[in-house]
């Protein structure tokens, strides 16, 4: 009987501390609440969500930085190439920010990042960050090798 009356009481201060907790992360905005909704805006492609993604990649979070340039990535709009260049050339930028960058660069498939994709993946100490410049440099490449190759004449072949 005791052992039942036990349970029962650790049962009952269980839900005692944790209902308090329960309702103050229900009423404060959960942490990866931005995250989700930049996460969505790039799903959706949605251009007009640019200027707010922009002004994300300012953010105190770093968490939050590295999304909006994943979901300017995702998106595609010129307008997001000059603040990822930004973001890829600021050295004081977190390494997952800035591998970000060059990953929304590459998927952007944007000639006006090769000076800086090109520097940062013969210059830069960090081997993650340089293999992500290089991804992202081979990504335009194909993509202009490939629009070259459908504006050949017919009977020509492409040199290798």
Partial sequence: M?????????ILVMAALLLPLGAASAQA??????????????????PEAVPFLIQKL??????????AAKALGK??????????LAVLRDTN????????????LGRMRSPQALEALAQVATQCSCR??????????MKIARHYQHIASLNLP??????D
């Fill in 75 to 84: 998106i595609g709009d010129p307008r997001g190439i000059n603040p990822l």
């Fill in 58 to 67: 300012h953010d105190l979070s770093p968490t939050v930085r590295r999304m």
């Fill in 29 to 46: 905005k959960p942490a990866w609440e931005p995250g989700r909704t930049i996460y969505n805006l790039g799903e959706q492609r949605a």
């Fill in 93 to 104: 930028e977190k390494l997952s920010v800035r591998c970000a960058a060059a990953q929304a």
């Fill in 128 to 137: 993650r960050l340089r293999k992500d410049a290089c991804v992202a440099l």
């Fill in 2 to 10: 005791f052992q039942k009356i036990d349970k029962l009481v650790l």
């Fill in 154 to 159: 017919q009977g020509t072949k492409q040199a």
